[in-house]
């Protein structure tokens, strides 16, 4: 009896064992599977980014030949001195560094300005309102109406026009919303109505400054839409002096505009600097961005996840 039970045993701990081991292959193969797949989106990114970079620094006939892969072919910086001796493409930086800042720096004012009070449990009419900010997520008057309130409020042609219409998003304002109620415990405004502190003097003293990784969140988003923003400047500008650096890099990109390089180039090299010029203009309009997301990176996750799992 006793021989028949340790060998039930010891069958009992070998299944076991096989099954552990089979559990554990499955499970490296997943992680394997995993990195495969991440890798392989890796790629996908990263080589035409690479490929790029590498043609912005390339000769212009090394561009238009077809010789550039993933290393520059006789090193130039050509397309960029070109790049920033046109002033059209000049201004354009500039205009899209003023419409980001400005546009981005109203529309976090606004998103706070309009999340905090709905997020407050007490504030009368909240639900009514947030659905009806939902709705407008949702569904929307259409380009030939806001044109129409563009135009009615004098922002025709002018830099509001690229900052106003679009200075919230109901995005933004779900998450602020979903912060300030979650990730400021109910206590804390409780004991600072205590001490005296109305609701603005709490939001200015003590939920704007726990809310930074939520503010560096939102502020992200604001400044990545409006850095590549060029529809709202294709139908509200008319004047090239306004034009972001997006619907400069458009008309040299898809309608293969140039905008003075006839002044710098001689007749037989003007489409090959063309194209060149194309990949310098991608680099260009991406570093500002690459720039920017480091410093709110280490926020970005806590950001987005604060607020949105209760407990």
């Not at 709705?135 to 008057?141: A, N, Y």
Request: no cysteine.
């Amino acid at each position: 009896m006793t021989d028949l039970t340790a060998e039930s045993n010891q069958t009992a701990r070998a299944r076991l064992r096989k099954r552990s081991l089979n559990v554990v292959l499955v499970d490296r193969l997943f992680v394997a599977a995993v990195y495969i797949l991440l890798l392989t989106f890796l790629a996908i990114v990263l080589l035409p980014l690479i490929y790029i970079v590498a043609s912005s620094f390339s000769s212009p006939a090394a561009v238009s030949a077809g010789r550039v892969s993933f290393w520059p072919v006789d090193f130039t910086l050509r397309g960029y001195e070109v790049a920033l001796r046109d002033p059209k493409i000049v201004s354009g930086f500039i205009n899209s560094l003023f419409y980001t800042t400005a546009g981005t720096a109203l529309s976090v004012v606004l998103t706070i300005a309009v999340a905090f009070p709905l997020s407050r449990v007490d504030f009368f009419g909240g639900r009514l309102i947030t659905k009806l900010i939902v709705f407008t997520m949702l569904f929307s008057g259409g380009l030939i109406p806001t044109y129409m309130v563009v135009r009615s409020m004098g922002m025709l042609n002018t830099p509001w026009a690229m900052i106003v219409p679009n200075a919230i998003g109901v995005w933004q304002v779900i998450l602020a919303m979903s912060y300030f109620r979650d990730a400021i415990p109910k206590e804390l405004y409780e004991a600072a109505r205590v001490d005296g502190a109305g609701d603005l003097r709490f939001l200015l003293l003590i939920a704007i400054p726990l809310a930074k990784p939520m503010i560096a969140v939102i502020a992200l988003m604001y400044a990545i839409w409006q850095w590549n923003s060029y529809f709202d400047a294709l139908i509200y500008l008319r004047t090239d002096a306004l034009h972001p650096l997006q619907l400069v890099l458009r008309n040299i990109l898809i309608l293969n505009t140039q905008s003075n390089l006839g002044d710098a180039t001689a007749m037989l090299e003007r489409q090959q600097l063309a194209d060149l010029l194309k990949y310098s203009l991608i680099v260009i309009s991406t570093v500002p961005v690459l720039l920017i997301y480091p410093f709110v990176a280490r926020h970005f996750t806590k950001g987005i996840m604060l607020g949105s799992v209760k407990g």
